[in-house]
């Protein structure tokens, strides 16, 4: 059975609404990243646009476990990032040591 992709309009539904489920959210870190988007409208604005290039990628995958796979890519790529951040802050890396992690 072959299963269509998700749209970009569906996945960037799904994402508006989680972002607003996580102001509601018991995870204090959850709600700070989504007041700090939801808070003006430039910052929100452009949360979008990025947003919409990443679903973009994703809906234009044809098939629904290449669509998939890439969720997956993207997820990890993005978590990476992330991950990188969270120790440069946990660890206090500032300066030349800052740039020799990059």
């Not at 995870?27 to 700070?32: A, G």
């Not at 947003?51 to 809906?59: E, F, P």
């Not at 890439?70 to 802050?89: E, I, M, P, S, V």
Request: hydrophobic fraction near 40%; glycine fraction near 2%.
């Amino acid at each position: 059975m072959l299963r269509h992709a998700i749209s970009h309009t569906r996945l960037m539904r799904v994402s508006t609404d989680r972002v607003q489920t996580a102001l509601k959210s018991a995870d204090k870190n959850e709600q700070l990243v989504a007041r700090r988007i939801l808070e003006s409208p430039s910052v929100w604005s452009q949360w979008e646009r990025e947003h919409s290039v990443l679903m973009r990628q994703l809906a234009d995958c044809a098939v629904r476990r290449v669509q998939i796979a890439a969720l997956k890519h993207t997820n990890f790529r993005l978590l990476h990032g992330k991950a990188l951040f969270q120790y440069l802050r946990r660890n206090e890396v500032r300066g030349s040591e800052r740039a020799r992690v990059y």
